[in-house]
C-alpha cells in the first residue's frame, strides 16, 4: 500500500479527525474541549502540535513540549502520538517522530523524553525500533481539584 502523506501543523479543519483518534486509545475527548486545549497549546511557542494527513485527513498526530526542569537539564517531552490503527506500520509515527527530533534540535535541545502506558508493548518496541531507550518506570498520581468558578 503506497500512501501519500502530508505533514503540517495542526489546524482547525483537522479535530475532528484528531478527537477520532484519541478515541482509539482510550481518551474520548469532546470537540470543544479539544478546540479549546489545540488553541491553548497553539499560542505557545515552545509546543509543537504536527498531524500527517493523508488526502486531507489526519491519520496521526503528535504533540511535544520544551521542559524546564530545576533538576534536569532543558529537553523536549512528547505529550502525545497517536497514530490511527489502520495505518500503524506505514512510518507515520516514525515520520512524526522524527518532525519533534528535528523541531528539538532547531531549539538547541539534546534529549527527548516520553511516556508510555505500560500497557501498550507494541508502542514500546516502536520508540526502542527508532532508537528510544527506557530509562525508568514510574507510578503517575493525580489528584483532582475541586472547580472554582467565579
Not at 491519520?59 to 523536549?76: E, F, K, M, N, Y
Not at 528535528?102 to 526502542?128: C, M, P, V
Request: hydrophobic share 40%.
Amino acid at each position: 500500500m503506497v500512501i501519500e502523506l502530508q505533514y503540517k501543523p495542526v489546524d482547525s479543519s483537522m479535530l475532528p479527525d484528531i478527537a477520532d483518534l484519541c478515541g482509539q486509545l482510550g481518551y474520548p475527548i469532546s470537540y470543544d474541549q479539544l478546540a479549546s486545549q489545540v488553541q491553548n497549546i497553539l499560542s505557545h511557542t515552545d509546543h509543537f502540535l504536527w498531524a500527517a494527513q493523508v488526502d486531507g485527513v489526519a491519520h496521526g498526530w503528535v504533540h511535544a513540549q520544551v521542559i524546564d526542569g530545576l533538576t534536569s537539564p532543558r529537553c523536549v517531552e512528547v505529550a502525545g502520538l497517536i497514530v490511527d490503527e489502520t495505518y500503524r506500520k506505514h512510518g507515520i509515527g516514525r515520520a512524526l517522530m522524527t518532525l519533534v527530533e528535528t523541531w528539538a534540535a532547531d531549539q538547541g535541545i539534546s534529549s527527548i523524553y516520553l511516556r508510555s502506558n505500560i500497557i501498550r508493548k507494541e508502542a514500546h518496541r516502536f520508540y526502542e525500533s527508532i532508537g528510544y531507550e527506557s530509562i525508568k518506570q514510574q507510578l503517575t498520581f493525580r489528584k483532582n481539584l475541586p472547580s472554582r468558578s467565579g
